[in-house]
């Protein structure tokens, strides 16, 4: 048995290497909870690919799944149909308030007056990251900024801060992967608030999905300073391969992505791309955000030919 599910991994490995391998960052030994050998061949080749632990559980049980599915091992492709991955079919019941598949670009702004400024230079989807532990000063800029964005046409998430976009009636929230268990999600989608969770590989992107989110982000795709990630950066690769299974979900990619990035970033298929330094260093903003949305609407020309 050893040796041939030994043969399985590295066949898939062997294919999958240059479009989802990275370097080994979770030094823990694999843990094997099933005997199968289509489980446990890629369980093992996707540690060697470099996923987490937890990661490298759910494309072993989807490799098993499919197997189980079509009768037949196949290292050559890749997994990324939603039933191998124990996903619920859509539409759902109990979904948040849905928002366009395609968001376009996605500003992540300091305060209010960035969030006013990319609105009116015609960002079409804003994302308020407003910093304070004073209540009063976080209420203050989200009710600036949802008066800010008003008549303007764009989309306007809060981060983090919940209660405040309840009261103030902003189009939506989004939290971090820390922040969800604190947040009273019953309220947010009984006020017809869009909700946004982020994501750092396959479980998480599970666990998300469990929730019925208006919009799934994904990352970091590359290299970032603006805070610690919970995981390497997940590359161009790893993003076409999530953005294929969560096709039913609206998808924002983020985390370093620049100009020159942008192009694969957007051969991955997701709907959105996120952008926090790239406007609020520009010396020209409102010329970067056009430059940007015209390679987005280019992009999403070509995909639909």
Not at 58 to 78: I, M, S, Y
Not at 138 to 167: K, M, P, S, Y
Not at 210 to 217: G, K, M, Q, T
Not at 225 to 245: D, E, H, I, T
Request: negative net charge; aromatic residues 6%; proline residues 5%.
């Amino acid at each position: 048995m050893s040796a041939s599910v030994d043969a399985m991994a590295q066949a898939i490995a062997l294919a999958h290497r240059a479009s989802v391998g990275l370097p080994i960052s979770d030094e823990s030994p694999a843990q094997y909870h099933h005997a199968e050998h289509a489980y446990r061949a890629a369980k093992q080749a996707a540690r060697a690919l470099g996923f987490i632990e937890a990661d490298a559980e759910c494309v072993a049980l989807a490799w098993r799944a499919r197997t189980e599915r079509t009768g037949e091992f196949d290292a050559g492709t890749w997994p990324d149909v939603t039933v191998d991955f124990g996903l619920a079919p859509h539409p759902r019941r109990d979904a948040f308030a849905p928002c366009p598949k395609s968001l376009g670009l996605y500003a992540v702004l300091p305060d209010a007056a960035w969030v006013g400024r990319m609105a009116q230079a015609g960002v079409p989807t804003v994302q308020l990251r407003f910093k304070s532990d004073d209540a009063a000063a976080v209420q203050r800029e989200v009710d600036i900024a949802v008066d800010a964005v008003r008549g303007t046409g764009a989309r306007l998430f809060i981060n983090d801060h919940w209660e405040a976009a309840i009261r103030a009636g902003a189009y939506g929230v989004h939290l971090g992967q820390e922040d969800i268990a604190a947040a009273d999600l019953s309220a947010i989608r009984s006020e017809g608030l869009r909700l946004g969770l982020s994501s750092h590989g396959y479980a998480e992107m599970l666990r998300v999905d469990r929730l019925n989110p208006s919009y799934i982000a994904m990352g970091a795709v590359y290299p970032t300073n603006l805070k610690v990630m919970p995981s390497v950066p997940q590359g161009p690769g790893r993003l076409a391969a999530y953005a294929r299974l969560m096709h039913n979900h609206a998808l924002v990619a983020i985390g370093g992505i620049d100009e020159a990035r942008l192009p694969e970033v957007l051969a991955s298929g997701v709907g959105s791309v996120a952008v926090v330094r790239a406007l609020v260093t520009a010396a020209q903003p409102e010329a970067v955000a056009a430059k940007w949305q015209a390679v987005i609407a280019a992009a999403a020309a070509a995909q639909a030919v």
